[in-house]
């Protein structure tokens, strides 16, 4: 049975409804694991250290009215506050807000939450259920477990800038923060999975993973290159590392993606093109051959596709069954119908920085569909409903803030 298209409803339940998360997680790849959880419908609270917050609210290009565009594209959907966790009652705040918490995401260096009494051995305490969701930059065991990470650090180390970019050339980083965000997707699964466990038995644990394993398992291709024969493959521009034709080509008016990763997709290729002997040319008849002469392969086959502009060849392939697809900019393909079709591209109204689109969320659940429905918070923007919904009293709250255990911000 072909399911119906999915009409999100403005109001309907949400698959990890009344799901508690404190994010104590900052910059990309925890706070994308707490986005993809809210979006489900989980309760996301930011926690942020006071004077300043999140770090990715300092960056200051691009800005919206003053707020960071980046900080707004991963926070959305999250409620906030601004507490000083090396505050003794700092402390006890967070340890009261476990107390009901089903799940807590730090990215902190290993030892440092040990160091404020916040590791998982006094929170698992207070919370036997809890599932304390951690990401670090090479994992918390083994020569590296004590160092930090970044995303270029990780790209670099993991082997994926060596494998992109054109052959000959330095270096490259493939252009978005792929290690950031591939282990803040990792992070929520394991959440999920974790939480799934904890259905079955009532027990949190430990949930795991950095940067470094997230940028390795983008590598299975090449992984089991270098694992079969022991050769490392190098940078190959656009083509892929098993078939040809597969890659981007240039045409009249800019560039096509061919993808000809098996036998009847590449006749199919020669007839668009016109030249139905190169299914029987010694170089061209067989993937081996058309791998083993790449060069001449694409010289050929550019020297059709430069005659015509890149929606005629889409169209042409397209009518033939041949996957194929232009290379946008980002605009262009942020402004192309199909994302907006896909609910990819969403609207939230921000208390300062006004109506602003954001990217959606990239899975679709046809009866309890995720929703975005709530802007970034401000620093510290719901201490007073945060702490109320813990336990604590209007004045106590007044006076943590007099003692600067709480605090707010606009950075």
Not at 67 to 80: H, I
Not at 147 to 163: C, H, N, T, V, Y
Not at 199 to 223: F, I, P
Not at 246 to 275: C, K, M, P, S
Request: net charge neutral; with cysteine.
């Amino acid at each position: 049975m072909t399911p119906q298209d999915p009409a999100p409803g403005a109001n309907g339940p949400r698959p990890l409804d009344g799901v508690r998360v404190l994010e104590l997680s900052q910059i990309m790849a925890g706070p994308t694991a707490g986005m993809m959880l809210a979006d489900l419908g989980a309760d996301v609270i930011k926690v942020e250290k006071l004077n300043g917050g999140d770090d990715a609210r300092g960056y200051r290009e691009p800005r919206v009215n003053g707020v960071s565009a980046p900080f707004m594209m991963l926070n959305r959907n999250k409620r906030g506050i601004g507490l000083d966790l090396k505050h003794p009652k700092g402390r006890d705040v967070l340890l009261r807000l476990v107390e009901r918490a089903d799940v807590l995401t730090e990215n902190y260096r290993r030892g440092t939450l040990e160091k404020l009494g916040l590791g998982y051995d006094v929170l698992s305490k207070v919370n036997p259920g809890l599932i304390y969701c951690a990401v670090s930059g090479y994992g918390r065991n083994g020569p590296l477990g004590d160092k930090g990470g970044f995303d270029l650090i990780a790209q670099g180390f993991s082997g994926l800038m060596s494998i992109t970019g054109e052959p000959g050339r330095p270096p490259v980083k493939p252009g978005n923060s792929v290690a950031d965000i591939n282990a803040g997707i990792l992070a929520a699964f394991g959440v999920l999975a974790a939480y799934v466990q904890r259905l079955k038995t009532g027990k949190g644990q430990v949930v795991e993973t950095s940067l470094m394993e997230a940028a390795l398992q983008q590598t299975y291709w090449h992984a089991a290159i270098y694992f079969a024969t022991g050769t490392t493959p190098g940078p190959l521009g656009s083509s892929h590392v098993l078939a040809a034709p597969y890659q981007a080509f240039r045409t009249a008016d800019g560039y096509v993606n061919i993808g000809g990763a098996n036998q009847a997709n590449w006749e199919r290729i020669t007839e668009v093109l016109g030249h139905p002997e190169w299914k029987s040319d010694p170089r061209f008849a067989e993937n081996a051959g058309r791998m083993g002469n790449l060069p001449a392969l694409v010289a050929e086959m550019e020297a059709v596709l430069s005659t015509r502009p890149t929606a005629a060849w889409v169209e042409a392939f397209d009518r033939a069954g041949v996957p194929v697809g232009p290379v946008h900019s980002i605009g262009e393909a942020l402004s192309h119908p199909q994302p907006a079709a896909r609910d990819m591209i969403v609207e939230l109204n921000h208390p300062r920085a006004g109506r602003t689109r954001a990217l959606g969320f990239p899975i679709r659940l046809y009866d309890t569909p995720a929703r975005v429905t709530r802007p970034a918070p401000e620093l510290g923007e719901h201490n007073v409903e945060v702490l109320l919904e813990a336990g604590y009293s209007a004045e106590e709250i007044e006076q943590l803030v007099a003692e600067g255990v709480l605090g707010t911000g606009s950075a």
